[in-house]
């Protein structure tokens, strides 16, 4: 028997666009990955679809400004959102980013789900809770990456991990939190583990195109 296929694995770039309007009306599930400059979005999204250049990864935040999507061969979108908070990028700029995140997490009908990407070393930043705060509202789930967790001790992880599933816990919306690591590859099976449930259906299981 072959081994389960992962739920990322082989998503295509499809269209990168400035505003939401952009995005063309779907049925399809769409699964938004949004975070602070430099938290490590893309490097994690490259790591969940097992490619090294999906997302780009720039050594400079803020470089990512559009909505970026990914579809997936069960017909799923991952939609990479702008970095947010990176402090050199103009305030007309910032304000404008600000807008159009709101705009997709608040109106876009076919959203599932959100992945929330943080910095383990920085959990739950005031642009973060922001970012729940808008979400929070559809009832729909999120679940929280905890990035870089390699840079800290098994004591530092676990004090981390505890203590930000303890400010999840004050939301009204559903929200999951774990470690994970681009660098060493940790924490993929538990992401699509909890994401998966999202699209109804199994986690290891990947439909063809």
């Not at 559903?174 to 998966?196: C, H, N, R, W, Y």
């Amino acid at each position: 028997m072959a081994p389960p296929v992962s739920l990322f694995r082989h998503a295509a770039f499809e269209i990168s666009v400035a505003q939401p309007d952009g995005l063309l009306p779907s049925h399809a599930p769409e699964i938004a990955f949004a975070g602070r400059s430099n938290a490590g979005k893309s490097s994690a999204i490259n790591t969940l679809v097992g490619h090294t250049r999906l997302a780009y990864v720039s050594k400079t935040p803020g470089r990512t400004q559009l909505i970026n999507v990914f579809r997936m061969k069960n017909g799923a979108a991952l939609i990479d959102l702008p970095g947010y908070g990176y402090a050199q990028v103009p305030e007309a700029v910032r304000r404008q980013w600000r807008g159009l995140l709101e705009r997709y997490l608040t109106e876009r009908e076919n959203l599932v789900g959100l992945v929330l990407i943080m910095d383990s070393r920085r959990p739950f930043t005031e642009l973060d809770r922001q970012m729940v705060a808008w979400f929070a509202v559809s009832g729909r789930p999120i679940h929280c990456l905890l990035t870089k967790s390699d840079k800290l001790t098994r004591q530092e992880q676990a004090k981390v991990l505890r203590d930000t599933k303890k400010i999840a816990a004050e939301y009204a919306c559903p929200i999951t939190v774990q470690l994970f690591s681009s660098l060493k590859k940790t924490g993929m099976d538990e992401a699509e583990a909890v994401i998966a449930p999202w699209l109804k259906i199994e986690p290891g299981e990947a439909e063809a195109s």
